[in-house]
């Protein structure tokens, strides 16, 4: 018997030390939001969005949820097609995508978002354990005064880091 071929790692894979394979980041949720909560919520996908995810082909740029009726979906996240299978890919990249949460999350969820001010916001997709996971997070959005001591913030810590880096020398 002759032994399994090992998968080899493309320079897009980004593995996170809980073994997760990040997909695609959204970057500026962090900037924009106050992340007040997370989730971890399975997504219910099409065969050829599975394979074009395993590309990296994704992008989380304006998504956002909603919960409905007591289901969370998934809305603007673009998915490019798969070229090979031409006649099984879904007509509108950015359909809406059913997420899968236990009952008593949906629940939780859906009483935060009636607040006011608090939204739904993809941070991250990526696969565990071979299945398509995105991290969503309750968020208010911030102020500009607020984007302002999150830059300051960051610069602290990065001229922090410098001096650091020289004094070690």
Do not use: C
């Amino acid at each position: 018997m002759a032994p399994a071929k090992k998968k080899k790692k493309s320079p897009n894979d980004k593995v996170d030390p809980d073994g997760k394979t990040v997909v695609a980041t959204n970057r500026r949720a962090r900037f924009d939001y106050e992340i007040v909560d997370t989730w971890e919520a399975g997504i219910q996908l099409l065969g050829p969005e599975v394979k074009s995810l395993r590309d990296g082909r994704a992008n989380l740029g304006d998504a956002f949820a909603t919960v409905h009726r007591g289901e969370v979906w998934l809305e603007k996240m673009h998915i490019s097609p798969y070229e090979p299978a031409t006649r099984a890919n879904p007509t509108d990249p950015q359909r809406r995508r059913k997420l899968l949460l236990h009952r008593h999350e949906i629940g939780r969820m859906e009483n935060r978002v009636t607040e006011k001010g608090f939204t739904l916001v993809p941070l991250s997709v990526y696969f565990r354990r071979g299945r398509a996971k995105v991290e969503l997070a309750l968020a208010r959005g911030k102020h500009r005064h607020d984007k302002r001591e999150s830059i300051k913030r960051r610069e602290g810590d990065r001229e922090a880091r410098r001096a650091m880096r020289r004094h070690t020398r």
